[in-house]
């Protein structure tokens, strides 16, 4: 007897076969500033024949991989659901992004945050983006607020990006009253931190830092970083500091 054969046309061998997201790899090339070339080195087939040459049982694995990175997706995202269109959304896709460019995106992220001070795993998180990108954003951002006219600056640290402003662009007393008046917390600036950090060693084992120039000892005082009987030649740090710190506290003459 002849064994039966089924043939894929059989309703009990039917499967559906998976099928590349077309509309949303361009989109998402568009997005992160490729050129059609730049697709087409990538997928290996001319951009204009993209649907008809790029397919899942002839992209390997490597090749799909190098597609996903170039494109700041995951594999995932490249493949369309069963009989989803494709323009559908896929579960784990980024939501639909603005028309901004990422610099501007970062910039805007910044700005919300506290103190325009975000961790790098933050703005991945919250933007959704993987590391390089937000490094490529940091290092644009920083050329663009370098080379227009603005109070802006970005600083780059391995975990931290922070907006900082130009310095001595307000006057001592202008930048003292201001941050007496502030109710709001604000990050230290790297100046404060380096500069509380020497008189926080000092402090705790000698001798006393040099002299902080003149304009910058009265808003540390404001600050609250600097004990009030602070001088040019003596600083010692707020109890505040102190305590924050969980070191021990002197008594002072700080009448607030």
Do not use: C
Request: proline fraction near 11%.
């Amino acid at each position: 007897m002849t064994k039966a054969t089924r043939t894929p046309k059989d309703p009990d061998d039917a499967f559906s076969t998976p099928s590349f997201r077309y509309a949303y790899i361009r989109r998402r090339a568009r997005d992160v500033g490729l050129t059609s070339t730049d697709l087409q080195h990538i997928t290996g087939v001319p951009t204009a024949r993209l649907e008809l040459l790029l397919t899942p049982a002839a992209t390997s694995a490597a090749r799909l991989l190098h597609l996903a990175q170039a494109l700041d997706t995951t594999p995932q995202n490249l493949f369309a659901a069963p009989d989803t269109p494709d323009g559908a959304p896929y579960p784990l896709a980024e939501p639909p992004t603005t028309k901004a460019d990422d610099p501007t995106i970062l910039h805007a992220a910044l700005l919300t945050g506290t103190g325009h001070r975000l961790l790098r795993t933050t703005v991945n998180d919250v933007l959704l983006w993987r590391p390089r990108r937000t490094e490529h954003a940091a290092i644009d951002l920083g050329k663009r607020l370098r080379s227009k006219p603005g109070p802006h600056r970005l600083l780059r640290t391995k975990e931290h990006l922070q907006l900082t402003s130009v310095p001595n662009l307000l006057t001592p007393h202008q930048a003292a009253s201001l941050i007496r008046h502030n109710h709001w917390p604000t990050a230290l600036s790297p100046q404060e931190a380096a500069h509380l950090l020497s008189v926080l060693h000092h402090h705790l084992q000698g001798p006393r830092p040099g002299p902080t120039p003149a304009e910058d000892l009265s808003a540390h005082i404001e600050r609250r970083l600097l004990d009030p009987t602070s001088n040019t030649q003596h600083h010692a740090p707020h109890p505040d500091v102190l305590y924050a710190l969980d070191l021990p506290v002197a008594e002072t003459t700080d009448p607030r």
